[in-house]
T-cell receptor, first 114, second 116 residues
Framework: GAGVSQSPSNKVTEKGKDVELRCDPI?????LYWYRQSLGQGLEFLIY????????KSGLPSDRFSAERTGGSVSTLTIQRTQQEDSAVYLC????????????FGPGTRLLVL | KNQVEQSPQSLIILEGKNCTLQ??????????LRWYKQDTGRGPVSLTI?????NTKSNGRYTATLDADTKQSSLHITASQLSDSASYIC???????????????FGTGTLLAVQP
């Protein structure tokens, strides 16, 4: 595709439910990143996939958060037992090879936990 | 502690005027510094990337400067337009283990409003 796409655009869920957020990176990009942006806050790094290497999970805020990347392309961010503080915009980005390069961001998924 | 601080937090200017946004960082070891523009409800879009050896880089009406000695960067917007209204985010990359691992540290952004 022309750019990074994410789905759904918006998600409203009840506290305690699990949610899955999807990211389709730019075709051919081997690096994929997940970020979170809470209202009035800066971007917060969550997790980084680089090719077949073990992902850098150092930014995940708790063990309720997990992500996987199947076939080196599409990635899914899963939040289990959602809490109200999980409400945020979740942004996905991809770059051609590595962190040093320009990252292209998707439009984000706006998650609201009631 | 690796930190990126931006100022001002918000800024209102009239269309056609110039403005300068500031970014100070305490990130080490430094790899590169980026400026992103984020429109409301959209993902960030890259404006510039500068490495240690670069002092200035331009992208249209946007000019970024970097002083690696004082660990300061600025983003200058010339002849502002209404479409420049957005959040501008400074991001510094720290490189570890000979470049094998990189961390991105994000500033909280400067919210710019350009008024007619």
């Amino acid at each position: 595709g022309a750019g990074v796409s994410q789905s759904p655009s918006n998600k409203v869920t009840e506290k305690g439910k699990d949610v899955e957020l999807r990211c389709d990176p730019i075709s051919g990009h081997t690096a994929l990143y997940w970020y979170r942006q809470s209202l009035g806050q800066g971007l917060e790094f969550l997790i980084y996939f680089q090719g077949n290497s073990a992902p850098d999970k150092s930014g995940l805020p708790s063990d309720r958060f997990s992500a996987e990347r199947t076939g080196g392309s599409v990635s899914t961010l899963t939040i289990q037992r959602t809490q109200q503080e999980d409400s945020a915009v979740y942004l996905c980005a991809s770059s051609l090879v590595a962190v040093q390069e320009t990252q292209y961001f998707g439009p984000g998924t706006r998650l609201l936990v009631l | 502690k690796n930190q990126v601080e931006q100022s001002p937090q918000s800024l209102i200017i009239l269309e056609g005027k110039n403005c300068t946004l500031q970014c100070n960082y305490t990130v080490s070891p430094f790899s590169n510094l980026r400026w992103y523009k984020q429109d409301t409800g959209r993902g960030p879009v890259s404006l510039t990337i500068m490495t240690f050896s670069e002092n200035t880089k331009s992208n249209g009406r946007y000019t970024a400067t970097l002083d690696a000695d004082t660990k300061q960067s600025s983003l200058h917007i010339t002849a502002s337009q209404l479409s420049d209204s957005a959040s501008y985010i400074c991001v510094v990359s720290a490189s570890f283990r000979g470049g094998a691992t990189n961390k991105l540290i994000f500033g909280t952004g400067t919210l710019l409003a350009v008024q007619p």
